[in-house]
Nanobody
Framework: QVQLEESGGGLVQVGGSLRLSCAASGRIISLRPRAMGWYRQVTGQQRELVAAIISNGDTRYTESVKGRFSISRDNAKTTVYLQMNSLKPEDTAVYYC?????????WGQGTQVTVSS
């Protein structure tokens, strides 16, 4: 129904920046998502919401990334971006794009972000 393709992960030094992209295709437009955004997960830990953009344009961030990360989307509301600045080692994780529509969360395959000190 909905396919999510992520890109932009990689290895960066402390203090560096990365920009993640997530392009949605399939029934994304007809489903009129309530929210799109990003979770992250460290091996052995629970998946954590990083940032989300709601259908009305409001944004949400987990406390640890406020002031450093910025979420945005394109006008068609089919691609969501996560600009990550001032990266820290604790930001190292697999980042998963999600779309929340009709009570269902759709997930991307995940992209690794590694911040080296």
């Amino acid at each position: 129904q909905v396919q999510l393709e992520e890109s932009g992960g990689g290895l960066v030094q402390v203090g560096g920046s990365l920009r993640l992209s997530c392009a949605a295709s399939g029934r994304i437009i007809s489903l009129r998502p309530r929210a799109m955004g990003w979770y992250r997960q460290v091996t052995g830990q629970q998946r954590e919401l990083v940032a989300a953009i709601i259908s009305n344009g409001d944004t949400r961030y987990t406390e640890s990334v406020k002031g450093r990360f910025s979420i945005s989307r394109d006008n068609a509301k089919t691609t969501v971006y996560l600009q990550m600045n001032s990266l820290k080692p604790e930001d190292t994780a697999v980042y998963y794009c999600f779309v929340d529509a009709t009570g269902t969360k759709y997930w991307g395959q995940g992209t690794q972000v590694t911040v080296s000190s």
